[in-house]
């Protein structure tokens, strides 16, 4: 399993946190949510802006090739070395 180490001032909003609290990438894109309670994952504002869900609607609407998952995956077993 993969582990991230919060930092004292990360895990002290952590521990204060009355809700949950978004984690996010260095681009300021969110990464996740995280809560101190199983019953407080879901947050009380949106997961996405407005501009997040145009920017996928329009990606979903642009033309280009589609990929079956197969194909994905062929294409990833193909890079590996071994």
Known sequence: ????????EQA??????AEPVRIC????????????????????????TPEEIAEAERRIDAPGRWYTTQEVLDHLRSLDPS
């Open 1 to 8: 399993m993969t582990k991230i180490t919060l930092s004292p």
């Open 12 to 17: 002290a909003v952590l521990a204060t946190a």
């Open 25 to 48: 990438n260095p681009d300021g894109s969110i990464a996740g949510w995280i809560a101190r309670k199983p019953k407080d994952v879901t947050p009380k504002e949106p997961l996405f």
